[in-house]
């Protein structure tokens, strides 16, 4: 089934710890995002990528770190965990041609918490 | 800038008719979107409505959008239990770059 993986599901992480949170599609879509979500904020853009090789920030994009190596793949990592960044985690993909009526696809999430 | 904001809840007997609201401040945007979250899952894309359009009928689904006020509206009808969710307002701006999302309406179904 086309769609967007992550992983984990959930991890519960000790400040000041490294995290990669993974992110893979297999839609061939050029554009991916990551965003957090929090209670009452919605959903902030962390950073995105617009395609293979290039990353931008987002919203809120301290303490994060993005690679896009490949077209697939798009790997979100804390370098040293802190409390404030426990949230819901989502990865989200785009296609360029049909960008406006198709939207994003999302994954279905990780859950951390930094403690 | 852009912002879309949003109501945080709703509350609606099963059968009602459910409506959500939101409004935004970018005159640019070219697609207005509703997504629904279920519980412990990620968004889903519900329906979109294009700019040049007033109004978008999808069964239950009617998406009401004036843009003199930059208001969107998503209708339920003979809302069920299973339409119990987060129902998020989005717009697509910046030349087909860049959504931005609301903070999310959570819609409670009592039976």
């Known amino acids: 089934i086309a769609g967007i993986t992550q992983a984990p599901t959930s991890q519960i992480l000790a400040a000041g710890r490294r995290m990669t949170l993974r992110c893979t599609q297999d839609m061939r879509h050029n554009a991916m995002y990551w965003y957090r979500q929090d209670l009452g904020l919605g959903l902030r853009l962390i950073h995105y990528?617009?395609?293979?090789?290039?990353?931008g920030k987002g919203e809120v994009p301290d303490g994060y770190s993005v690679s896009r190596a490949n077209t697939d793949d798009f790997p979100l990592t804390l370098a040293s965990a802190v409390p404030s960044q426990t949230s819901v985690y989502f990865c989200a993909s785009s296609d360029d041609r049909d960008r406006g009526p198709r939207g994003y696809t999302f994954g279905s999430g990780t859950r951390l918490t930094v403690v | 800038g852009e912002d879309v904001e949003q109501s945080l809840f709703l509350s609606v007997r099963e059968g009602d008719s459910s409506v959500i609201n939101c409004t935004y401040t970018?005159?640019?945007?070219?697609?207005l979107y509703w997504y629904k979250q279920e519980p412990g899952a990620g968004l889903q894309l519900l329906t979109y409505?294009?700019?040049?359009?007033d109004m978008k009928q999808d069964q239950r689904l009617t998406v009401l959008l004036n843009k003199k006020d930059k208001h969107l509206s998503l209708r339920i009808a003979d809302t069920q239990t299973g339409d119990s969710a987060i129902y998020f307002c989005a717009e697509l701006t910046g030349g087909y770059q860049k959504v931005t999302f609301g903070t999310g309406t959570k819609l409670q179904v009592i039976p």
């Open positions: 409505i294009f700019s040049n359009m």
């Open positions: 990528s617009n395609t293979a090789g290039t990353t």
């Open positions: 970018d005159s640019s945007s070219t697609y």
